[in-house]
């Protein structure tokens, strides 16, 4: 008598192959690229615009010259916030979570595939839209107060920590998605509880809220993307590990529910 080995069924689920499933919904997607490119193209801009009007005698020869190229991250970093709400969120308003999650009986594999295609997707734009803003600006600061290289010390942790620390908050808003399984919710509850809340707080005349207050995501982020110590803050590796935690305490919450809950 002779046995036969089963033949493993060509379709089975794998990690590589979520993988590839959500980086093809990602950048299959025309509103991921236009989202992507408006944020590239604001930090841009306003990148060009610090280095083309700037003058040493205006009263910013003490602004952090990492911070003052790389301003327009703030209105960038919004664009992404929304597509990584979108990315979670923009499933359940679509139905189309009803699908993945019929491929991948198991959930999780799912949330763990987004968060690091659209993580590794961001910080790649964001990186390279730092890298040559900087670099951009940099033409015309060359004769001011401003004027720095990535060589200088601290400019390029500062440079490539501005699009470490938005990504990160990016993917703190793609976990808020997860969780609360509505764009408008997701982004009430980003807008309120990262960017309004931290503000609100720094009122009350309790030290040790002063210094919890830190290491929120938006203040951490700040940390981040400047090349000198500012006043009063975390320390570099203090904001990161916070700004890592705020992520990673998002998506095991989104994580907690997705097993638990239908979709």
Known sequence: MTTTTPTPHPYRV???????????????????????????ALILAVGIVMGTTYTSDGGDSDVDTVVLVLYGTTLGTLCTVVLGILVTAGEYSTGLIRASLTAVPQRLPVLWAKAAVFATTVLGVLLTASLLTFTVAQFFLHDTDQAASLTDPGILRAVAGNAVGATLLSLVALGLGALLRSVPGAIGAFIGGVMVLPEVLTMLPYNTVETAVRYFPTQAAGVLGSATPLPDAASTGGALIALVLWAAATLIAAAALLRRRDA
């Open 14 to 40: 794998t990690p590589a192959r979520v993988l590839r499933s959500e980086w093809h919904k990602l950048r299959t997607l025309r509103s991921s690229w236009i989202t992507l490119g408006s944020a590239a």
